[in-house]
Every structure is written in structure tokens, then in C-alpha cells.
């Protein structure tokens, strides 16, 4: 079992900066990818980045997020970070990660993010 705790949402105003975290904790060996989802007010979780633990390989699911947003994941620490920059209000959502392994796939409670003027 892996555990997921995300961190870092927060109140910003539109062009700031935010980076989320989200710490693995149990068995975080048999991780080997985590990704970012975001579930804006009335509207589905859709994926926004995701990192390959092996190949470090970095995705991005929308061109608005095309320079904005970098996804990045230690295994050995059990560490993933989304780092998002000129954020619009557009980006306002819970903010959930999900780990993964070749069987299994994990999801954290989520962070708040609000983007507001």
C-alpha cells in the first residue's frame, strides 16, 4: 500500500507562482510514475502531468500548460512536485496526484488551488 498526501494549494492571484507536493509514504518502491490530475468546480478530473519514475520523462496533457507547468518526481525520496507558473483563473481546481505502479495506482485527497484577483 502507498500512501499519497498532497500539499501547497493555496489562495493566489492570476500570474503567480504555486508549487504543489505530494509525499509517498509505504510502499514506495513499487512506484514508478506519478502523475497530477486537476478537478476544477462542476467539471471532471482531467490529467495535467505526469513524470516516469525511469525515464524521467516529463508530460504534459494541454498546450495551457506548455511552459506553465513542470511536473517532477524523486522515487528514492517519495517526492513529487507540480510546479505551475502564470496561473490564470482558469487553473483553479483541486489538485490531486496519483502514483503508480505496474499493478496498482494510488491517489492522494487533493489540494485546493485558487486563482483570484
Known amino acids: 500500500q502507498v500512501q499519497l498526501v498532497e500539499s501547497g494549494g493555496g489562495l493566489v492571484r492570476p500570474g503567480g507562482t504555486l508549487r504543489l507536493s505530494c509525499v509517498a509514504s509505504?510502499?514506495?518502491?513499487?512506484?514508478?510514475?506519478m502523475y497530477w490530475y486537476r478537478q476544477p468546480p462542476g467539471q471532471q478530473r482531467a490529467f495535467v502531468a505526469g513524470?516516469?519514475?525511469?525515464?524521467?520523462?516529463?508530460?504534459l496533457s494541454h498546450d495551457s500548460g506548455k511552459g506553465r507547468v513542470t511536473a517532477s518526481w524523486d522515487p528514492a525520496k517519495g517526492t513529487g512536485y507540480l510546479l505551475m507558473t502564470d496561473l490564470a483563473t482558469a487553473d483553479t481546481a483541486v489538485y490531486f496526484c496519483?502514483?503508480?505502479?505496474?499493478?496498482?495506482?494510488?491517489w492522494g485527497q487533493g489540494t485546493q488551488v485558487t486563482v483570484t484577483a
Open positions: 496519483n502514483g503508480r505502479s505496474t499493478t496498482d495506482s494510488y
Open positions: 509505504g510502499s514506495i518502491w513499487d512506484m514508478d510514475s
Open positions: 513524470v516516469h519514475g525511469r525515464t524521467r520523462s516529463n508530460q
